[in-house]
T-cell receptor, first 112, second 109 residues
Framework: DTGVSQDPRHKITKRGQNVTFRCDPISEHNRLYWYRQTLGQGPEFLTYFQNEAQLEKSRLLSDRFSAERPKGSFSTLEIQRTEQGDSAMYLC??????????FGQGTRLTVV | GESVGLHLPTLSVQEGDNSIINCAYSNSASDYFIWYKQESGKGPQFIIDIRSNMDKRQGQRVTVLLNKTVKHLSLQIAATQPGDSAVYFCADQGGKLIFGQGTELSVKP
């Protein structure tokens, strides 16, 4: 399978715990995006990378969120001290420059 | 900042009819748009795209129209099928890919 892969598909965590999600983009894609989506809403932009450089981070993103793409390939999104409001679907996508982006199946986070 | 919005949150059509989903954008400098389909529990799936040097682009059963004067685009689905039931998003691919809120399409058999 050469599509975008996200791991895990589901995560249940207790409030206050840290969680980390992984995204493996399509191999030749240099751009990688992270989004958050809640029920009934469109994907909300969080951040994106061009190779290993983080080009933009949403102002909506608190300091508890951090993303990395150390070698310009896979990326991780970490949420520290999770809150119930962090419960959502976290989507990753990749593209070749500013061309069409392809999405993974997402990681569904539930904070209890 | 830039924003993308759809006109109707829900659309219900009869199987076999044509569907039209509308979207408006605010940034007059936007030059590349993408339509996505999202089924329940899955990530958005690319349907069709259009650049600002075009007014119309056709795919298999889908057509996208772009009106730069009024900053509006639409997705037309011909002969809508039950498998077309999903949420449809337009997105502005200006580098960071901004999505609208989506229109949920329901197809009645």
């Amino acid at each position: 399978d050469t599509g975008v892969s996200q791991d895990p598909r589901h995560k249940i965590t207790k409030r206050g715990q840290n969680v980390t999600f992984r995204c493996d983009p399509i191999s030749e894609h240099n751009r990688l995006y992270w989004y958050r989506q809640t029920l009934g809403q469109g994907p909300e932009f969080l951040t994106y990378f061009q190779n290993e450089a983080q080009l933009e981070k949403s102002r909506l993103l608190s300091d508890r969120f951090s993303a990395e793409r150390p070698k310009g390939s896979f990326s991780t999104l970490e949420i520290q001290r999770t809150e119930q409001g962090d419960s959502a679907m976290y989507l990753c996508a990749s593209s070749s420059d500013s061309l069409e982006a392809f999405f993974g199946q997402g990681t569904r986070l539930t904070v209890v | 900042g830039e924003s993308v919005g759809l006109h109707l949150p829900t659309l219900s059509v009869q199987e076999g009819d044509n569907s039209i989903i509308n979207c408006a954008y605010s940034n007059s400098a936007s030059d590349y748009f993408i339509w996505y389909k999202q089924e329940s529990g899955k990530g958005p799936q690319f349907i069709i795209d259009i650049r600002s040097n075009m007014d119309k682009r056709q795919g298999q059963r889908v057509t996208v129209l772009l009106n730069k004067t009024v900053k509006h685009l639409s997705l037309q689905i011909a002969a809508t099928q039950p498998g077309d039931s999903a949420v449809y998003f337009c997105a502005d691919q200006g580098g960071k890919l901004i999505f609208g809120q989506g229109t949920e399409l329901s197809v009645k058999p």
